[in-house]
């Protein structure tokens, strides 16, 4: 299992927070997300089916831009 840190721009309350969630949970080995009104995305997945670039590009489809924070075993 690993936990990826993300920093969402133009995150905000609401929607945005539902929106990324919502996107995130879709790929497959999800295992948790919360995206935080500060910004801050947190994922954890099975890093064996994807990786915190996929999770990026889920996040960017979404609407939001994304930069990896770090990415923890």
Sequence with gaps: MCRGELLATDLGP???KEAIESSVRGLKGTTSVSA????KVVVEFDESGIT????????????????ELRDEV
């Design 36 to 39: 935080d009104p500060d910004t």
């Design 52 to 67: 915190v670039d996929d999770i990026r590009h889920r996040i960017e489809r979404a609407g939001y831009h994304a930069d």
């Design 14 to 16: 609401g929607r945005g």
